[in-house]
């Protein structure tokens, strides 16, 4: 028989698949990025590659740890503008590309051309109608300019619209809460240094005319005794405060009010201190008297003002300054024991570990469509193994980058929902692999950076939407290392495993239902035995997951089992594999019966691994995320596959029993 039809098939199917690749890429990835033109910045001049690099390692108290400057600008940026880029255009018509460190720094040090830049995006303009601001489309980005006219407005309908739970406000009031909170928040950083860059106004000090003089805010903290000798005195005599001293003491609270949140990075004398100090907390703990040993903080402030003022002026004394200023601030840090992994951590973003290995799976998807088209033949040949290597390649980045993370964090893996995206991702991956490497197919090969790539898109696209440092430290009930090493990291590879058995099935059902398999018994038994292996190692790895689970429970909650939706979730798992497991040794359900149930096997794990916290109950909910709309796409395109696959397995059937007519 004439082998066309297959190779015709074949190609139909890569094509299709290929298809339907871009579809799901551009829906999670380029539909989220808002649409709109290349913004202008008069004057702009980008930041040297050397100041970045100064910078990025400045260490910052956020979270609950310490972390690089450019790990707190990364997720700041991404929070306000959905990106860790952006892209603008200076006088002359240049473009530049803007990343965290450089977009913080202008922030900081540059506002006048910072509010020109696109930081905020928003998804609904609806929002900026409501406050009076021109919109320039459904979903945009708008700078901190465009947005300032409807200012008062804006905190008028936040205000009104926080009274309403969370829960029931509709889409326009989140989107008015969430803006009037992201411009407050841009606003402490634009005038975070406005005590270094401006001073204090010495009311009535200017000579013939001129100017009133200014003085430092560092200063005026140097003479804070006196400053509150005299007001004691004048108290005293039940006198009031003259009126100069009154407007100098306003500016000061103005300018600590101005630098109190955003930036924390001041490490503490006191070593019993774990809260670092802002700007505005040093300043107002000194002229309060509150600080016993106010020296320290006062040349904290005056380096500062340095740093800030050196801005203004070139580039190459800033960056003296500024590394003045953070030598002596990572000093005081890694004398508290602070300061470990900052270096290490600046270089993990820097490298962009994951985009990296997104790049390989993608390229091993494409080869892996090309070498299923084409067959068992020399391209077919050469193709799987540029499949392997990419797909070897993008694994590698993956488990350099999990290692890093274990390493800056110092716990295992798996802690909350980011890690388990890019755990589960790893390993399915190497769990297919491994498949590979006992059946030589070149399906389980194939597959491994499709699943690949789906998994770093959703890791990407949950980060996006949850814009919080995955590395801060966990909720106390999981800071534990060995129950995070033992029961997490098993019940996590029990979703990997599970997940590849019902994925092996899928190709089981596209193949045969489409008839790309050209009746070969052998590549059908290898994908049963394959499917059934990953089945038992899901039963056994969720099992003693699940009871690890219980132990921990019962020493973190005193109860073995309590019923709650992520224990459910568990239990579900076992119990439906081991139905699965149960009918096939028992003659109930046979070669199609086995992949059918096991691709309902991907919801019961996606049910447990993410859905349930969704629920809004029970211990194990940590966090709860955006996206309900994805798990329902994916639940539909399940049900799909089953259908399919139910009406193949009849029509197989019936042509087996169908006596053929004779021609």
Request: include cysteine; aromatic fraction near 10%.
């Amino acid at each position: 028989m004439s082998d066309t039809p297959l190779r015709a098939g074949r190609w139909i199917a890569a094509v299709l698949a290929m298809a339907g690749l871009a579809f799901v890429f551009h829906n999670l990835v380029m539909d989220n990025m808002p649409k709109g033109e290349v913004r202008k910045v008069q004057d702009y001049e980008p930041w040297s590659k050397e100041m970045l690099k100064v910078v990025e390692t400045l260490p910052v108290q956020d979270g609950g740890r310490i972390k690089p400057f450019s790990t707190y600008a990364g997720f700041t940026m991404l929070g306000l503008h959905g990106a860790r880029s952006m892209q603008i255009e200076d006088s002359d018509g240049n473009e530049h590309k803007i990343k965290p460190t450089a977009w913080l720094l202008d922030v900081l040090f540059r506002p006048q051309l910072a509010i020109h830049q696109p930081t905020f995006r928003i998804d609904n303009s609806a929002a900026l109608e409501a406050i009076g601001v021109p919109i320039r489309g459904k979903r945009d980005r708008y700078s901190y300019a465009d947005i300032s006219p409807g200012r008062q407005k804006l905190g008028e309908l936040a205000q009104t619209y926080q009274a309403i739970d969370s829960k029931k406000r509709d889409p326009l009031q989140t989107q008015v809460v969430d803006l009037a909170s992201n411009f407050r928040s841009y606003e402490s950083l634009l005038g975070w240094f406005s005590f270094a860059r401006s001073g204090v106004i010495l009311r009535g000090s200017g000579e013939n005319g001129g100017p009133d003089k200014r003085a430092d805010v560092s200063a005026l903290m140097a003479t804070s005794p006196q400053i509150r000798k005299q007001i004691d005195e004048t108290h005293g005599h039940g006198r009031s405060i003259e009126p100069h001293l009154q407007d100098l003491l306003q500016q000061v609270l103005d300018a600590a009010n101005l630098a109190k949140f955003g930036l924390f990075i001041l490490p503490p004398v006191n070593p019993s201190e774990k809260t670092w100090k802002s700007a505005g907390n040093a300043i107002m703990d000194v002229m309060s008297g509150a600080d016993k040993e106010p020296q320290t903080a006062i040349d904290d402030i005056t380096s500062l003002e340095t740093t800030a003022r050196a801005g203004a002026v070139d580039e190459k004394e800033f960056r003296e300054q500024f590394i003045i200023m953070r030598d002596r601030l990572a000093k005081r840090a890694a004398e508290r024991g602070e300061h470990r992994g900052i270096a290490l951590e600046a270089e993990y973003y820097r490298k962009n570990w994951f985009l990296y290995a997104l790049v390989f799976f993608l390229i091993g998807t494409l080869t892996a469509f090309g070498m299923w088209a084409f067959g068992n033949n020399r391209i077919g040949g050469v193709l799987s193994w540029i499949t392997l290597a990419t797909t070897v390649a993008g694994l590698a980045y993956c488990i350099i980058a999990i290692t890093k993370r274990c390493i800056i964090m110092q716990r295992p893996p798996v802690g909350n929902l980011y890690d388990t995206i890019i755990f589960i991702g790893s390993s399915v991956v190497l769990l297919a692999l491994i498949v590979e490497w006992l059946t030589r197919r070149r399906f389980a090969l194939g597959l491994a950076p499709i699943l690949g790539t789906a998994l770093i898109v959703l890791a990407r696209r949950y980060e996006l939407g949850d814009a919080n440092d995955h590395m801060d430290p966990l909720v106390a009930v999981l800071d534990s290392n060995f129950w995070l090493t033992t029961h997490v990291i098993t019940i996590t590879l029990g979703y990997s495993a599970g997940f590849l058995s019902a994925f092996l099935s899928v190709g089981f059902v596209l193949l045969c239902g489409l008839g790309l398999d050209h009746c070969d018994k052998d590549l059908r038994r290898a994908l049963t035995r394959a499917v059934y292996g990953m089945l038992c190692l899901t039963l056994f790895l969720s099992l003693v997951g699940t009871v690890l689970g219980g132990i921990w429970a019962n020493y973190s909650w005193g109860r073995f089992w309590g019923w709650d939706p992520k224990e459910n979730g568990a239990l579900l798992i076992v119990l439906w594999t081991l139905a699965i497991l149960h009918a096939r040794l028992g003659g109930h359900i046979r070669e199609w019966g086995l992949h059918l149930a096991s691709i309902f096997t991907a919801i019961v794990v996606t049910f447990s691994w993410w859905h349930v916290n969704f629920l809004g109950v029970g211990l194990h909910n940590y966090g709860f995320t955006a996206g309900k709309n994805t798990i329902w796409a994916f639940y539909a395109c399940m049900a799909v596959l089953l259908l399919f696959g139910a009406i193949a397995m009849a029509v197989e059937k019936e042509r087996r029993i169908t006596p053929k007519m004779p021609e």
